[in-house]
Every structure is written in C-alpha cells, then in structure tokens.
C-alpha cells in the first residue's frame, strides 16, 4: 500500500494538472477576485443614485421636502443616498434622464404628492435598491408631513410653536447594529470559501487519475498493476491516499495565500480550517476516483461537473448566490447534498458561528460522502476485468 | 511493372546508376541533433521497383533518414531527390506519389476502419467515386473486410497495423514507405502484411523497407543497406552482402566429451575459422567452401567421437553486422 | 472525407462528453437567470427584502411596529435563540432582524410624555447591509412617527397607533421614464452577461478535445507528409473551430432565449439581436483562441486548464458577474483589454435602451467589431504560426 501511495505521490506532483487546479488556480482567482471586490462590496451596500430634483411650484409649496432633500443629498450627511441636480422643469428633468445624467427625477403634482420617475437604465445597472431607498425616504418625508397636518388639525397651537414637527422628526427613536455572529458578515468571505470549494472539485482529477491507473482498462500501466500481489481495495487506498496528501497540501498553501495576501477572513480556528480542508480533499479524491472507475468518463468531465455545482455554492456573484440560498431555503436536503456546498459551509461555520456544531456536521457530511465514494469505487474496481474486445 | 515516367533532371557523373532512373536519391545527408550526428554523410539512390531495405539496430539514424526524406526534419546539408526533383516540404506533387506506412500507428482512435482509410486517401485523391474505389480496394487488400465499422480500439495489434498500411497505400503510391511495419504483430499478421507488400511490389511500386529483423528484409528486399550510428556500413544485396565477409556456414554439432587433439585438428581444417566447444556442442566457424561439413564429420569419424545432432546455418546478415561492426544487429547500440 | 469532414466527425464522436460540458454550462447560465428578479423590465418593482420581528415586548406599540415593517417584505419566523438569529442573519435568509427589546412601548410613551429620548432597537442585518439601509429608514420613520403622535395628541397606546397608521396611508409614487422600446426581460439579461462564461469555456474544451486526437504525433506526421498544404490544413481546422464556436453559441444562447426571453423576440427584437451578436462575436474569440492553442500545439489537460481559468477570469473582468458598475477603476482600465469586457457593455446597453434609434444602436454594434477584432487578431496570430509550423523538429 506504501509503494502505490508514494508511486502516486510522485507521478501527481511531477504531473502538473494537479497543480494547476488544486493550487494556481486558487491563487490566480484569488488576485482578480482581490482586484474586483472592493466593487463587489458595493453590490450588497450601495444605496446610492443620482437625483434629479424639478424645483417648480409646486416643489417649494411642498412643506419640508426640500430639508429633507437637503438632508439626505448632503455630501457630509450621515444619511447621505444621493446626488442631487436641480431642474427648473419636468422635461429638463426628463431629458436628462433620458440621457443616463441622473438615475430618476422628482417631480411634486399639484397635491403636493412627490412622484419618482426612474429610468430603466438604472434599474437595470443597479437594481431596484437604491430606488427603494429614495421612494422610503420620500415616504417617511409624506407620512410625517401628513401626521404633522393631523396634529396641527386638533392642535394648532403646537405647529405654531414648531413642537408638532419637533415631535417627529428629532430622531428619537434610534437603532442600533449588533452582531449575532462571531465576525461580522462578509460578502467576500463566500466567495473565497466557494473558489476553495471549486478548487477541491476540480483537483477530483488527481483521484480520478490515480484511480483509473489501476484499472485493467487504462492499458499496460493497470494491466501490470492488476498483476500485482496485492488485493485491488489495498492499491486503491494507497493511491487515493497519495492524492489526497497532494491534494491537501496544494489546497492548504492555496488557503494560506487567502488568508496571507488576500486576508480572507477564516475565524480564528486555524485547527478548523486545516480539519476543513483535509476534510474537503478527502471527499473529492474519493470522488474522483469513482468516478476513474466509470470508463466512459473523461477528466474534463470533472470540471463541467465542478462548474455546475459551484452555482450552487453562490460562486457566480450576486445571482447565483441569491440563487443558492433560496434553494438551501427551499429544499434544504438538496442543497446539502451537494459536497461544495458543505465544503463552502465549514468554513462558513468556523467564520461565523459560537459553536462547532454546524462545523463539525458539515465535515461529517464530507467524509461520509467520501466514504461512501471510496466504497463504491472499491466494488466497481473488483468488477472490472480486463475486456479488449 | 509499368514504366515510370521520365522526369528528365539533372544527370550527376559518377553515379552508380543514371539519375534519371532513380526514384529517390539521396547525397550526403547530414543531420544532427546538438553534438549527436543522427545521420552521418549518408548517400543512397533506389531504382524504380526496388524494394530497398533499410538494416540497423536502434538508434543507427533508419527512422531519422525516413523523417528527411519526407521534409518532416530539417536536415544540416545534403540533397534529396525524388522521382529525379529536389525534395522540398512543399513538393505537393511529389507528395501525391509517396505512401507512407510511419513506425507508430497513425490513425484517428474516433474514426472507424473504413473513415480512416478513407480520411487519408482523401488527401491525395480528391474525387469521391475514385476514391470509394481506392478505399474499397485497400480494405480488402489488408483483409479488413469483416472489420470495416470498427474502431482502432477494438483491433488487435496485428489488424492495427494493417489498418496502418491500409492508410499508407489506398492512393497507389509510387513510392511506399514502410519504417519497421511489424513490430509487435502476430506470425499469421506478419506473414500478410509480407505477402502484401511483395504484390505491391510485383504491381510496381517502389519500396523502402526499414527494419531491424532481418529474417525479413532478406526475404523481401533486393538491395538492403545496413545502418549504424548514423552512417551506411554495407550495401548491396543480400548476397553481396554475404560474400563480403568472410563468415561461410556455421556448423554446430552434438558431441559428448572431445579432447583438445581433435579440436585442434577440426581447427587445422581449411577454410575453418574458429571451432569451439559449448557445453556438449561443438560450435564451427567457416569461411566459404563447399565442404566444410563433410569435412568436420569426417575428423570426428575419424577420432572416433560420437556425435548427435548435426545443425548448418548459412551466413545471415547478423554475421555481416557482427563481422562489420563488432556487435550484433539486435543488441542495443 | 475532405479534412474538414474529418475534423467534425472527430469533434461529433466526443458527443457525450460535449453535451455533458456544454449542456451543464449553459444550464448556470439558464439558472442564472431564472434566479434574478422575474419582473418584466418595464415595471417598477420594489425591493422587497427578507424580514424578520422578534418582539420581546408584546405591547401594542410593538405590534404596530412589527406589521408595519413586515408589511411590503417578505415575513420570516426566526426563533428568539441566538444561534437562530446567527444562522438566519449567516446566511441572508434574513436581510433584517428587527428585535423589539421588553418594554420598550412604556418606553417610548414615557420619553414621548417628557421629551427624552426613546428606548434602542436592535437589529441584525445580513452582508447584504444595503438593505439593513433601507429597512432603518422604514422602521426608524414609523417609530418616529409613533413617537411624535404620542408626545402632541396623547392619549392611550391605541390611539397613537391608530393615529399614526391614518397618517401613514399613501406612498410616492414611482413610475418608469417612458420607455419606447419595449425592454428585454431582467432574467435574460442576467443570464446573456454571464454567458460569456460558458460560451468561452466550452468552445475551448471542445477545440482542445479536437486537438488531441488531431495532433498525435503519428497522425500529424502522417499528413505532414502529404501533398495536403499547410493552407488547407490550417483552413480545414479554422473551418472546424469557427463551426465549434457557433455550436457552443447557437446552444448557449439559443437556451437562454427560449427559456428566458421568446417574448423578446417579438417585442424587442433589436436588443435580443445585439445580444445575439454580441455573444456570437465572443464565441468566435473563443474559436480563435482555441485554434491559436492547437496550432501552439496545447496538450488536452492543459487545453481545459486554459479553458475553466482563461473564461473565468475574462469573464470576471469583463464585469459579466457583477455587472461593469461594481468593477473597481483600474480593473476597469485593464478590463477594455478582454473581449468579455465589450460583449458585458452591449449587453448592458441593450437592457437599458430607452429608444431604438441609430444613434442608440450604432454605439453598441461599434462594440461588437471591437471585440470582432480581438477575435481577427488572435486569428491572425494563430494562421502565422501555422505556417511556420509547416516542417518541425522532432524532440
């Protein structure tokens, strides 16, 4: 069992397939991911727009929008959402809009209601967000003033006095941040915890070669290696402890050039991590070397099926994210059943949560999968003999 | 044997055979690989409808010169020509007439026996109803009827390399070269492939034959050149080659115990070279003579000594090799 | 069978393994898609976030505050324990948790009666805390609001309640800029910027499993040695990769629409053909890219390395992830050097075209030929090097 286990070692790292998927890769999408995210955190925080503001008549005879305007437009506000141009008509305002200068325009009708226009530009560069913001805002600026005219209606006397609007709108009621999980929540952490997922499913290929060298199939090379005195299950388990040792040892120098140059956060169990990853490893070099026992399977078959269950490990951006969680919402037992994702948990887990518990579950699911891999692997590996024709 | 069309190039003086005639010449060829000469000063020319051999252990430059010839390497110096042209990568019509049958099985593993064949001789045979004839006709040729739809991987090594020539001749080729086309085949394989190859000769192709089994290419080639380390060590027929050494017949005869006295007489013998004793054999060697084997019985009748069984072999071109270069043609170089 | 022939029915014998890459790439795209919001772009839809209440106070004050805010928003039931909170807030199954803390409807009626200030509430929000913004607004304004009412009209806690909720009937209204164009739906959208992706990836895997077979040594020699040019044999091979190319987009793309978008084949037809053009000219970029790899003479495995890699990183700079507004300024500035970066920005146009006109249209087809022109220049490379590839040394 040795002698197939360093057998294997050696051909791997001379082989650099393995390198390539279990290590540079990593490292490469490591740097452009490091180069993209101080964008990407924008994705989940940005509110802000460019407002087009129709300072007509109407506008001035509407009670407190323009303060509020002000206040929320103000380059040193702390309830800064917008931009904001004025116009001195609707179809300024319109024009501009049209041509992208400003994501929407207010205009106020003869009411005194404030109407939004905004442009489907905008709303398809950045989303419905930061409309939603501007339209709440203006809301609260509706609903105060409509409960300023109703106290001002039984109690005149207090507008007079400017306490009716000092009532509602001195900020009294505040909220505040707290944080439930270990280390605040990080829309970059998924990502670089996704690309190690990826990164583990696409090194499959080291188990998935090493695997299929012994099969009686492969040619001379398990032809040979079928003749030997050994019991098949034996080299299997030598082979597949060969590559996961490599496998592991690209992925841990993978995760530490992460942490190091990246500074993804991990949480502060380093033991964890490397429990995570060898975990991880394990898990696909048995499933690669299932998947070895299969004939008709190509190495590239491996990562057309990594790709595809990295979508569900929110690998894809925002998208594929808001798309992996709503299926772990929806059928939770579908999205565990996917070996990524619990890659992409444990370490999830170790970043956020006070408890092993969802950790250690997450890394019991790997190596029962792999254990369950290795089993099947074995049986189909007695199977097959040795068929020319 | 149709005669080939004169090509009319230049004449060179003191060529062994007019120029005119010879389907591929080759002058001083010279290739090398760093410090390593691969194929040293080597010059040859073939006559249309010969069937040349091509002798040497591993290593001695065979697959190199072939590899020159048909521009797949660059050579240092020298001069190819074929059908009486200079030879150049872009010599396409000269191309049209060569047949290639290369050492490694050259066939796509997605494409069956018959879109192999056909694949192939679509490069040199442009129209389709010719070329349904061609590929026909090379099928049956190798005996891969019955095995048409199949894929390379389901063939043995023996049908493999027929598919290989298959490939090589469905376009009749003038010029077919084969570069060692039975390495690893079965006996029934080889002795087809053979008989192949001497019918196509026999339908007029010219043929170089490289090979390092010489049972072979004795019994197919009527000129053989043999190879080593990159130069030509010997070349004429097979018989040529044989009566350049001194080597006759080796004698080998069972003997129980012999004593120094009679060996020294069967050594005394004329034309005896070496005589020795092996184990229970006694092993002669003979230059040329007529009676070298009545004449080794008879000392030992004469001495009295009881002999079993009696072998003579005829000089092989192993014995040239041996003779020439000190070695033997199978051992590694 | 002509070379070409040859090449297609090589490239045709690999079907299982290119229908099962080919197929699932397409399929993250297509599932892509289907994720993003459903709305046909006209409308405006508003952000309607994942919220949920804990409400540990139980007064009436409280219970308007939580129907308020989970009014408009999509309701989610976490337990009051805290590694409920930390896996709902963990994992954005909740955007927002608002947790109303015990006593705070006394509170605010005091404070509102003395004119302090009123009692904090705590709230937990996701990564995704752009919407933890929006939802402070909304909380914040109606508990002001209650506040207000209770300190100038007082009365009992129903009272304010129901006074505050008479003031907060209506909201702004929003509409979308008149649009003429009718516009492509979001979800195609969504899934035609991250087909670069797959179209790229599996148009090289498939060049590169072509490669292999083709250019075996033994086989390679073989028709080196025919009369067969280098111009031919390089023609054949573009011809096959060209048609590789428009496979991968024709099943790409065409997926897509008819998942996606056949309804913008009738109302928008001038977007869905930029589109179109826009992917076909990247899948031809990754026909080139695959010919320049056969031609360097790339082995499979690295082939498919090149391929996952090279497509991953093209894609993630061309802004096809996050869209090219989120890209950071100087990855931008190297961004205008991948393709991807130009088919992300036709795209992107042509969701949001207010009008069909030239002046519109123009724009978005000039950066069509420029990507166009990465795709001719990687050719160009490639045919060069082809036909110096006409004789090679052997190692």
Sequence with gaps: ?389 | MAPLPQTGSSIRKGANMGARDAVVRIDNLVKRYGDLVAVDHLSLSIAPGEVFGLLGPNGSGKTTTINCVLQLLSYDHGDIQLFGEAMRPTSYQLKRRIGVVPQEVAVFDELTVRENVDSFCALYVGDRARRRELVDDAIAFVGLEKFEGFRPKKLSGGLLRRLNIACGIAHRPELIIMDEPTVAVDPQSRESILSGIERLNAEGATVIYTSHYMEEVERLCSRIMIMDHGRSVASGTADELKGMIGTGEKISVEVGRMDEATLERVRSLDHVRTAETDGGMLRVQCASGAHNLADVLGVLGDAGLPYGRVLSEPPTLNDVFLEITGRALRDEA | MTTFRTYLRIFLSHRVYIAIYLVMLSLVGVFIGLSASPAATGEYQETSANVAVIDRDGSELSSALARRVLAGNNQVDVADERRAIQDSVARDRVSYLLVIPRGWGEGLMDAARQGGKAPELETYVSYYSGMGRLLDIEVTGYADGLYGMAATLGGGAAEVVSATDDAWEGSTQVSMVEQVASPLPASLVTAAEFASYPIFSSAMVCIAVLMSSVERRPVRDRRLASPESARTRNLALLGACATIGLVTWAWTFGLEVLVLGRSSLADSPVQLALVGAALLAYALVAASVGFLAGQLGVSESAANALANILGMVMSFLGGAWTGLSLLPDQLVAVAHFTPAYWVTRVVEGAAGMGRVTAKNVMPLVGDIGICALFGIAILLVGLVLGRSRGRSELA
């Excluded at chain 1, 996961?244 to 690209?250: G, M, N, R, S, T």
């Design chain 1, 1 to 389: 069992m040795l002698a197939s286990l360093r057998s294997c070692v050696l051909s791997l790292v001379r082989d650099k397939a393995l390198l390539v998927w279990a290590l540079a890769f990593p490292v490469i999408m490591t740097l452009i991911f490091m180069g993209m995210f101080s964008g990407i955190g924008g994705a989940y925080s940005a509110v802000g727009s460019t407002l087009g503001v129709v300072r007509d008549a109407n506008y001035d005879a509407a009670v407190g929008l323009d303060e509020t305007i002000q206040a929320i437009s103000g380059p040193e506000s702390s309830d800064h959402v917008c931009d904001v141009t004025y116009y001195d008509g609707a179809a300024d305002a319109k024009a501009a809009a049209s041509a992208g200068d400003v994501d929407a325009y207010l205009t106020v009708s003869g009411d005194g209601m404030p109407q939004l226009h905004v442009t489907q530009a905008s709303v398809a560069e950045g989303g419905s967000l930061p409309t939603s913001v501007l339209s709440e805002v203006l809301d609260t600026y509706l609903h105060t003033r409509s409960a300023v005219e109703r106290v001002a209606a039984t109690r005149p006397e207090l507008l007079a006095n400017g306490r009716a609007i000092e009532a509602f709108t001195s900020g009294a009621v505040q909220t505040v941040r707290l944080s439930a999980t270990k280390n605040p929540p990080s829309p970059d952490a998924r990502y670089y915890y996704a690309l190690l997922a990826m990164a583990a499913g696409m090194g499959a290929t080291a188990g998935m070669e090493s695997a299929r060298r012994l099969l009686p199939t492969a040619g001379p090379l398990g032809a040979r290696q079928t003749l030997a005195a050994v019991p098949r299950w034996r080299m299997l388990v030598g082979a597949l402890l060969g590559a996961w040792l490599c496998e592991f040892v690209c992925l841990l120098v993978a995760a530490l050039f992460m942490w190091g140059a990246a500074g993804v956060p991990f949480g502060d169990n380093a033991p964890g991590v490397v429990g995570a990853i060898a975990a991880s490893s394990l898990m696909a070099c048995a499933a690669g070397a299932l998947c070895g026992t299969v004939p008709r399977m190509e190495t590239g078959m491996i990562s057309g099926i990594t790709c595809l269950l990295s979508l569900f490990t929110g690998l894809y951006g925002t998208a594929s994210q808001q798309l992996a969680d709503s299926i772990e919402a929806a059928m939770p037992v579908l999205a565990h059943a996917n070996p990524l994702w619990q890659t992409t948990n444990c370490f999830y887990a170790l970043l956020y949560y006070d408890t092993p518990d969802a950790f250690l579950a997450s890394c019991a699911a790997l190596l029962g999968m792999a254990l369950a891999f290795i089993a099947v692997a074995s049986l189909r590996m007695r199977r097959t003999s040795y068929d020319h024709l």
